[in-house]
């Protein structure tokens, strides 16, 4: 072979070579652009714990299909979604603190200019930014129901902080109890008071504030929230007997009131009853279980078990 006939080879084989990088290459990028769904997509995952039960898990609309109505695993909501990557604990822990759960009228938009200092506090860079806006906003006049959702906020607060004060949590929860105007504002404070103490670990100190919340409610559909966390007391403290038995009242009082549920009833209901079928399950007793299921997602307008196989 003479040499030009080797140059000639030599170039055609570098040629090929590049020609096959260069084919290689795009065909990696229309894969990466196959599996993004198109050019400049971009997918993003929650990271593990970002969403709560109770709260979020039991939320759902009432008009969702089938597969979201209430089971005893659990469904997916909405505007509260269940993370599958969260623990059960992370999945039945109490509800996170809202302003409207602080408040009498619960269900009313919180867009009032003190509703939206006490947001901007729990939500402020860290516990310590927050203690201080709330600091402030004492100083400023305000009625005595705004005071108790200062003091709960605060009590809040300081459960974050590193470590956590949970002395001063203590304390700013009991001068919320003490300023609280009427029955309503008092079991708005006991509620979250309960719910920080499950979550802390000691609910035994929530009891007597709960019995006594419970003592001041005139109506079923009062009850059911402390009858729930009454429920999540005995069973934090291994007491499933107790624990089944208020689970069951508060689901009782929720189906026997008529109308439309409010959003805190309903969100107590839908846990309340979750957490029986999983007593209920872990006896042995599916059929009880279902029977419940079926029940609350009637009240609820949701599809029964029966109406989705």
Request: include cysteine.
């Amino acid at each position: 072979m003479d040499r030009k006939t080797q140059m000639i080879a030599l170039v055609a084989t570098v040629g090929i070579f590049f020609g096959m990088m260069a084919l290689a290459a795009w065909w990696s990028m229309r894969q990466q652009s196959a599996t993004s769904g198109g050019t400049g997509r971009m997918h993003f995952t929650a990271q593990p714990g970002t969403t709560r039960d109770n709260a979020r898990i039991l939320t759902t609309n009432k008009r969702d299909s089938g597969d979201r109505a209430f089971s005893g695993g659990g469904g997916s909501g909405s505007s509260r979604s269940n993370n599958a990557d969260s623990t059960p604990e992370e999945r039945d822990a109490p509800p996170e603190l809202t302003v409207d759960s602080l408040s009498a009228a619960e269900d009313r938009a919180a867009d009032s200019p003190f509703a939206e200092t006490v947001c901007a506090a729990l939500n402020a860079a860290s516990p310590e930014v927050g203690i201080a806006k709330l600091g402030v906003a004492l100083d400023t006049p305000h009625t005595a129901e705004e005071s108790a959702r200062i003091y709960t906020a605060l009590a809040v607060l300081y459960g974050q902080l590193e470590p956590p004060d949970y002395d001063r949590a203590k304390q700013a929860f009991e001068r919320a109890l003490a300023v609280a105007p009427d029955a309503a504002a008092r079991r708005g404070v006991v509620r979250q008071h309960a719910a920080f103490a499950l979550g802390a670990g000691f609910p035994e100190e929530a009891l007597p504030k709960v019995e006594a919340a419970l003592q001041e409610t005139n109506t079923q559909t009062e009850a059911v929230p402390l009858l729930l966390l009454l429920g999540q007391i005995r069973e934090a403290s291994a007491e499933l007997e107790a624990a089944e038995t208020l689970y069951r009242k508060a689901v009782d009082h929720a189906l026997e009131s008529e109308g439309e549920l409010a959003a805190a009833v309903e969100e107590s209901l839908r846990l309340a009853a979750l957490r029986l079928a999983r007593l209920y399950s872990a006896n042995g007793r599916e059929e009880d279980a279902e029977a419940l299921r079926d029940r609350v997602a009637e009240r609820l307008g949701l599809k029964t078990a029966r109406e989705r196989r």
